[in-house]
């Protein structure tokens, strides 16, 4: 412990030099803006941010990202709130019961509370990252083909719990993530698969634009054909002196206990590499779901709904922090992003990076406590701010919501080809929304899609063939285990649930 | 068909650009006029990395002449597009690009149009070749403990991707080895390193960059390193042909210019690059990146590009991704 706290001043003798505080507010401000625009999430911010960074200390530099990555993750969820539409893949399982809160004129108590879940979740994160970096960096790396496989099979199944009333519309709809997925070349034997012999598709499809023209466009076009920009608009008025603009005592007397298991699920989904934020707040919102004594009332306006994923996903970012610097393996898409920054500046991530570079990696961790001090701080008090997004007539918040997904679709590639994918996205997103499939499952399953056919056929080359790759290995076991049980108990419960009915 | 106006549009496009590149030699003046850099990836990656490097130093010395140098990201395509754009400029002696391994992939596996024919070679500046790494605690001490381990076991080999560089390796040394074993591509190199830390695997080929760390740390041990000559960043490990397999392979990270640029602007360009080489920055970037800093200029890059796109092209038919 003692190794830890000196640990820690060395770190904040690094980060609260004026200096890098000046780029740590720079850097969360920017993140914030950033994650309100739809689908730039915290990957895209730092991509189009690294630029800025040349000619920076390293640290003053992986502080002014580190900053955009948490404040991307605090911006994202507001627009999740407010217009259903998340910034990022992480904050999907946010719109479910944050949106409907929205609606039924309780932005202002989503949004404060998704802040503190934030901080919270930010906050135990890096708690946990200080006490169990070199312990959690060995169980990372134990982690075989067979083991994401397995993980992600969880994640996958617990897509089940997000996909609503109508199951078989749910299964269709990730199909189709999973079909997007399967474009470009195929990892495992080289071949292309439905390129069309078109160089930019070799790429595949990217999660960017897809994910932006579903939810962004789809969701325009939606309002638009039910008359959304010709109603007249019930103006939303939140202040601080109003009184329902605070959470009252009862959301954060029941979020209690929430708030711990959130965190725990988000860090530790966030510590295993490749699943991260998106799995970590999808497994906290089921989780939660689960055990909750009221199921029902989830996806129709729950605060626990929207603190699960919340302090998950925050603490998952941080959790993603440790494989990055202490393997070099990045958790997520904005840590690889991040990873490339850092070779980049000459850094080496290794095993050895926390011995070689001591003030950067402690200043980087110690940036973190006091970034998560400044968002919720800026976040709450700016939220009368963000609010009135809702009171601009939704006739001008069109055409400035389309050119912010194309400009952003466009952006991180330089694109003409992933525009038009966002304008097909979006058109097949309003048809999703109009037939009651859910966009949310086909995002997710393009994300997951690809990694869960590599480790498979990958954990079956290693096996020649055979399943057993599967049960032989420790972790596996324990993962198979784990997923036989939630599948034969959700099994039970349906067949009793279905005697007792007949 | 082309029209008659759009003939004629090719037509003045070629004189000019037979005047610009004649001109501007005649005068004894190259570089007269701004030189644009094209970078056929996106901002953050190795080939952009490696070109800002060189356009910093090129400023910062003040070796192209005072004139301006743009730099512009043409990603897209794995490198199709931006690769495309230079090619397109044919005499041109005022754009430039960077190569990396897509420069001979990506031709070699979609119709793009444009391959390493298509420009001029100025130098190989860097080498990005392959370790051949196991774990510190496993069996194989040496190179000669992997062979003889897979001429009576099935032993498993990993490397990212399916049909790129690792892959090649892999191939040219169950060549040159004579021995037979499992590749299994992986999706990415962080869950390549995964796969043989949790002794899913027992070797990998990766780049030196991804796995120096752990080498340093003493987690992993590098038992060939797949350049002709010992990398100038890790002198200590041995490279295949050293411990008797006559094999070797690397990526080009170097300069070219679109095709058919005039000799004169092409020495101009190894004479200048030459000196970025010996700069403190320049090796700074080798040493950070793992890359090899032994050089090929000119000429001998062109037959250097041939000879790897033969590799290349060999091993990718054979595991049957091209036909």
Redesign the interface.
């Known amino acids: 412990m003692g190794d830890i706290a000196s640990n820690l001043m060395l770190g904040l003798s690094v980060a609260l030099t004026s200096y890098n505080l000046i780029f740590l507010i720079v850097g969360v401000v920017v993140g914030m803006i950033v994650g309100l625009f739809p689908g730039f999430g915290p990957a895209a911010g730092i991509?189009i941010l690294?630029?800025m960074t040349f000619g920076l200390e390293p640290a003053t530099a992986i502080i002014l990202l580190a900053g955009i990555y948490y404040g991307a993750m605090y911006g994202g969820t507001i627009t999740s709130i407010l217009i259903n539409t998340p910034g990022e893949s992480a904050t999907v399982a946010s719109t479910l019961d944050g949106y409907p809160m929205a609606r039924a004129g309780r932005a202002g108590p989503a949004l404060v509370m998704q802040a503190v879940a934030s901080f919270i979740g930010g906050t135990i994160g890096v708690i946990l990252i200080c006490a169990f970096t070199p312990m959690l960096a060995k169980f990372?790396?134990?982690?075989?083909?067979?083991?994401?496989f397995l993980i992600v099979v969880l994640g996958l199944l617990l897509l089940t719990t997000m996909m609503g009333d109508n199951l078989v519309n749910g299964v269709i709809s990730a199909l189709i993530g999973f079909a997007i997925a399967t474009v470009g070349?195929?990892?495992?034997?080289?071949?292309?698969r439905f390129?069309f012999?078109?160089?930019?598709l070799?790429?595949g499809i990217y999660f960017v634009p897809v994910a932006i023209g579903l939810f962004g466009i789809g969701e325009l076009l939606y309002c638009i054909y039910t008359g959304l920009h010709v109603k007249e608009q019930t103006r939303m008025k939140i202040s601080f002196r109003s009184k329902s603009f605070w959470p009252t005592k009862v959301d954060f007397v029941n979020s209690k206990i929430t708030f711990f298991r959130g965190s725990l699920i988000g860090f530790i989904a966030g510590v295993l590499?490749?699943s991260g934020a998106t799995i970590g707040s999808i497994l906290a919102y089921s989780v939660e779901k689960k055990v909750a004594k009221n199921p029902e009332d989830f996806g129709k306006g729950e605060m626990r709904g929207l603190v699960a994923p919340e302090t998950a996903n925050n603490a998952a970012s941080a959790g993603a922090m440790v494989?990055l610097i202490s393997?070099?393996?990045?958790g997520s898409g904005a840590t690889?992003?991040l990873l490339?920054?850092l070779?980049?500046w000459?850094?080496?991530?290794?095993?050895?990076?926390i011995y070689d570079q001591p003030e950067f990696v402690w200043g980087l961790i110690a940036s973190m406590y006091l970034g998560n001090v400044m968002l919720v701080l800026i976040c709450i008090l700016a939220i009368p701010l963000f609010v009135k997004f809702l009171d601009v007539p939704y006739r001008l918040v069109v055409p400035v919501i389309v050119i912010l997904c194309m400009v952003g679709s466009y952006a991180?590639?330089?694109?003409m080809?992933e525009t038009w994918m966002l304008i097909v996205a979006g058109v097949i997103g309003f048809g999703m929304k109009l037939c009651k499939y859910s966009p949310a499952a086909t995002v997710l399953a393009l994300v997951l899609g690809?990694?869960a056919e590599?480790?498979f056929l990958?954990?079956l080359?290693?096996s020649?063939g055979s399943l057993s790759i599967f049960v032989e290995?420790p972790i596996s076991l324990v993962l198979t285990l784990a997923l036989a049980a939630i599948v034969l108990t959700t099994a039970l419960l349906k067949f009793r649930k279905f005697m007792s009915a007949s | 068909m082309l029209t008659f106006a759009k003939k004629s549009l090719l037509f003045g496009g070629m004189i000019s650009a037979m005047l610009l590149s004649t001109q501007a030699i005649a005068d004894g003046k190259y570089p007269s006029k701004p030189l644009d850099y094209t970078i056929a990836f996106g901002p953050g990656g190795g080939n952009d990395l490696m070109s800002r490097t060189l356009v910093k130093i090129l400023n910062k010395y003040d070796l192209f002449g005072g004139q301006n140098i743009r730099v512009e990201n043409r990603a897209g395509g794995s490198g199709a597009i931006g690769f495309n754009y230079v090619a397109q400029q044919k005499g041109n002696p005022y754009h430039a690009t960077s190569t990396s391994g897509n420069f001979l992939g990506t031709p070699i596996v979609s119709n793009t149009g444009w391959t390493y024919k298509d420009f001029t070679p100025i130098a190989l500046l860097a080498q990005d070749a392959m370790f051949l790494v196991v774990r510190t605690d496993s069996n194989f001490k040496t190179l000669e403990d992997l062979i003889s381990y897979a001429k009576s076991n099935n032993l498993k080999i990993g490397g990212t991707g399916a049909a790129g560089p690792e892959r090649v390796v892999a191939g040219l040394l169950s060549k040159a080895a004579g021995i037979e074993f499992t590749y299994v591509p992986s999706q990415d190199d962080a869950g390549l390193i995964t796969s043989l830390t949790s002794k899913s695997l027992d070797a990998i080929v990766a780049n030196p960059s991804e796995v120096s760390g752990q080498v340093a740390a003493g987690n992993f041990r590098a038992l060939g390193y797949s350049e002709k000559k010992r990398s100038t960043v890790f002198p200590d490990v041995p490279t295949f042909a050293e411990q008797g397999l006559d094999f070797d392979f690397s990526l080009p990270r170097g300069v070219v210019l679109p095709g058919e640029v005039s000799d004169e602007v092409r020495d101009w360009w190894v004479a200048t690059l030459k000196k970025v080489v010996e700069t403190p920055e320049w090796n700074d970037y080798l040493t950070t990146k793992g890359l090899s800093g032994n050089t090929i200029w000119g000429e001998d890059f062109g037959v250097f590009l041939e000879t790897k796109d033969k590799d290349f092209r060999g091993i990718l038919t054979e595991i049957g991704v091209i036909k």
Not at chain 1, 141 to 147: A, C, L, R, T, V
């Open positions: 991509a690294i630029p990372a790396s134990s982690f075989g083909p067979s083991e994401y070349v195929d990892a495992i034997s080289g071949a292309q390129t012999g078109s160089p930019e070799i790429g590499p490749g494989p393997l070099g393996i990045p690889a992003v490339g920054a070779m980049m000459g850094m080496q991530p290794g095993p050895m990076l991180l590639h330089s694109s080809i690809s990694i590599n480790t990958q954990s080359i290693i020649d290995r």
